[in-house]
């Protein structure tokens, strides 16, 4: 019976991901729509006026498709041991040219010991990545990302903190919402979906603290305990 319910959840929820997803790959169509008709009636004149506009667009699909795939990959397959330590130097890798070439500082706090997990490393590198870009995005004026790794008994939680212009009250309850954003070019997808794979690893995403000094996420996973490896 729980099983049905938890269906019909599910559905519910697939109906609301895939409406929203027509509706945001509409806009770009008709866009990209409208530049070919005016292109026509100018006998291709000049076409190369239009082409970043219609690059653009394609683009904007190409990435909503691709980021909402990750919504419809069967839920953790590949499940392996991995340090933590070893998740976060892959994203930050991944992150720190966009970094530097913003001239943020980073500053990155390891735990004493090494921490394990037991997770999919590709998913939680994207859940970091999708963090950090974010503190990148959040900060108009250079400044600093720290990533900070703290041990509790049975979880770890890793902290990613910057100094943007952070949130308001009304934008930190709707960021887990797909396609909720407030960027000129965001997709909305990135929080949504990170909130899902650290769900699904038995975790917690969730906003610490945030305001006009910056903002505070952190991520928790459970640990794999020595006897367990
Ligand atoms: P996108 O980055 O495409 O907007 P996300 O789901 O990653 O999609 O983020 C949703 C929204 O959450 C952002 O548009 C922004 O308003 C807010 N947000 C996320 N992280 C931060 C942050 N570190 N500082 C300020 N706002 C943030």
Known sequence: RDEHIFRADKLKVVGELAAGMAHEIRNPLTTIKGFLQLAHQNHYENIERYHPMIMDEITRVTELTS?????????LSQLKIESMESCIKRAVSIME????RNGHELHVHYSE???FVNVEKDKIVQVLVNVLKNAVDAMDEVG????RVNRNDNFVSIEVSDTGFGMSEVTKAKIFEPFFTTK????GLGLSISHKI???HGGRLEVVRTGPQGTVFSVMLPVVSATER
């Not at 040219?97 to 530097?100: L, R, S």
């Not at 000129?184 to 997709?187: F, L, N, P, V």
């Open 198 to 200: 650290i769900q699904d």
């Open 113 to 115: 010991h090494s921490v």
């Open 144 to 147: 600093k990302i720290g990533i």
């Open 184 to 187: 000129g070019h965001g997709t």
């Open 97 to 100: 040219t966009e970094i530097d």
């Open 67 to 75: 980021e909402f795939l990750q919504f419809s990959k069967p839920n």
